[in-house]
Nanobody, 116 residues
Framework: QVQVVESGGGLVQPGGSLRLSCAASVSIFRVMVMGWYRQAPGKERESVATITSGGNTNYADSVKGRFSISRDNTKATVFLQMNSLKPEDTAVYYC??????????WGQGTQVTVSS
């Protein structure tokens, strides 16, 4: 059973920063893409940022220039550096791991709250 574990969420003031981490118990060679998604209360889950095995990244328009996704090239670990946080970034953030085989794994989520 593949485990996906997120960490790094918390409470931060507007304009502050947080760094999320996600580690999956799967060989890096099986991973096609890893990404971060978020779901705010009453809203649908949305993609925030993704990174492929080749290092290509994609960001939601709402976070471009503020968030940065990166990965560890030796293991299935991905990070999300979030700067200039806004109240509208408040959500549960989920890590997703998709294998080349199309198998999909999700973490349980980590809460990010941006409030003064």
């Amino acid at each position: 059973q593949v485990q996906v574990v997120e960490s790094g969420g918390g409470l931060v003031q507007p304009g502050g920063s947080l760094r999320l981490s996600c580690a999956a118990s799967v060989s890096i060679f099986r991973v096609m893409v890893m990404g971060w998604y978020r779901q705010a209360p009453g809203k649908e889950r949305e993609s925030v940022a993704t990174i492929t095995s080749g290092g290509n990244t994609n960001y939601a328009d709402s976070v471009k220039g503020r968030f940065s996704i990166s990965r560890d090239n030796t293991k299935a670990t991905v990070f999300l550096q979030m700067n200039s946080l806004k109240p509208e970034d408040t959500a549960v953030y989920y890590c997703r791991v998709r294998e080349w085989s199309s198998l999909d794994y999700w973490g349980q989520g980590t809460q990010v709250t941006v409030s003064s």
